[in-house]
């Protein structure tokens, strides 16, 4: 199998398995509440990975609450700063390419009396700054902008608007899945409020999440219970998954420039073959702006996407067609149609997405056969 798919999940780095083996064949299962010696053991293991944690993003131990999931994170940072702030008013921004995870829940609270604006994007994927300016009201309280698109991989300007959010007085939640561990990210150069996380983007374990939270910021917690997490995430931690996460971060801190460079090395080799052997004008790039050096969207002309994926999924490609969450569904991507694209490349859209753990052999063979079955495929269709 030549696995392109890891924008939808990657596989654990070797590191990351050996932590949480260690941990599980270890007989320190005390709960981190509890404060017995078995307990104090796990909650101090617990602790030195959120140091680590807050080390990658420059932020405070204290100002990071581990979650279920990036999906947990974004729900807790939008609701809690919804609830705690509606004195000030019930106004939300947010872009017509957020993760559903960002507009179910903006959704959610317009149908508890919330108004959002949602803002639009250019063909490049890229929200448009003026736009959000121009939205911003006497009662806004919050504006929620991904880092990174997870369908096509384009960079918001997420530093304008930060300095909106600051001018304003409005708190600023950034989904960074997909960019954490790819981009380096400082929560006080980047002026967040809040970032959502998942350790599973970045070679850790499925089932974590961390959401960073500034000090001092006014936030309801979102899950009631225990006290855990400074009574901010009720709920006995995931221990072996928290030490997972921080394995993976710490492995990835340590390697980022050299990631970044191994991963456009296989963009760039995998982009080489799809343009020396697709004649030019029947494929597009979609997202043509900054992106990640990971995910790369193209739209192949004239064919069903999702026939070429089942075909490619037969010869031991994988890759997909929209975001993991939305591809089981015949709905066509709600990035691409916000881009305004054509009903002809939304439907001949798929997503390949790198990490440090494929090979440029891998990547190279995966480009020649893929170049091989758009040609049947538009070859077919001329027919
Ligand atoms: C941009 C973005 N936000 C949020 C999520 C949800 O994260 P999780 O799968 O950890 O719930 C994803 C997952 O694909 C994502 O890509």
Redesign the pocket.
């Known amino acids: 199998m030549i696995y392109l798919d890891n924008?939808?999940?990657t596989p654990l780095f070797p590191e990351v398995k050996q932590v949480m083996i260690a941990h599980i064949h270890s007989n320190e299962y005390g709960n981190p509440s509890s404060v017995h010696a078995l307990g104090r053991k796990s909650r101090n293991a617990v602790e030195d990975a959120r140091e680590q944690i807050a080390l990658s993003i420059h932020a405070n131990a204290s100002e990071i609450i581990f979650t279920g999931?990036?999906?947990?994170?974004?729900n807790s940072a939008i609701m809690g700063a919804a609830f705690a702030n509606q004195q000030h008013g019930k106004h939300l921004i947010t872009s017509t390419i957020?993760?559903h995870?960002?507009l179910h829940t903006c959704q959610y609270l317009e149908s508890l009396g919330w108004d959002v604006t949602y803002i639009p994007v250019s063909g490049d994927g890229v929200v448009d700054v003026q736009r959000i300016r121009s939205a911003v009201r006497k009662d806004t309280i919050l504006i929620s902008i991904?880092y990174?698109?997870?369908e096509m991989g384009a960079i918001q300007p997420i530093q304008e608007i930060a300095s909106i959010c600051k001018q304003n007085k409005i708190l600023f939640h950034c989904?960074m899945?997909?960019a954490y561990g790819q981009c380096d990210i400082n929560v006080q150069e980047l002026m967040v409020d809040m970032m959502?996380t998942?350790?599973?983007?970045i070679h850790g374990p499925?089932?974590i999440?961390f959401l960073y939270l500034r000090r001092g910021l006014p936030w309801h917690p979102y899950i009631h219970g225990g006290k855990q997490e400074r009574g901010r995430r009720a709920g006995t931690e995931n221990v072996a998954a928290i030490l997972g996460f921080a394995k993976a971060s710490e492995v990835t801190s340590n390697q980022l420039q050299e990631k970044q460079q191994t991963l456009f090395t296989l963009k760039q080799a995998f982009l080489d073959i799809i343009q020396n052997e697709i004649p030019v004008g029947t494929w597009i790039i979609n997202g043509q702006g900054q992106s990640l050096p990971s995910i790369l969207n193209i739209s192949f002309l004239g064919i069903d996407a999702e026939t070429l994926m089942i075909s490619l999924d037969l010869t031991g490609i994988a890759c997909s067609h929209g975001?993991?969450?939305t591809s089981g569904s015949l709905e066509p991507s709600h990035v691409l149609k916000a881009m305004n694209l054509s009903d002809e490349r939304i439907k001949g859209a798929l997503r390949f997405s790198f990490s440090v753990m494929n090979t440029i052999e891998e990547v190279k063979t995966a480009a020649l056969e893929i170049s091989k079955q758009v040609m049947n495929l538009q070859r077919k269709v001329k027919l």
């Open positions: 924008a939808a999940t999931s990036g999906t947990e994170s974004i957020e993760h995870a960002v991904m990174a698109n997870n989904d899945v997909q959502s998942s350790a599973h983007k499925k089932g999440g975001s993991a969450c």
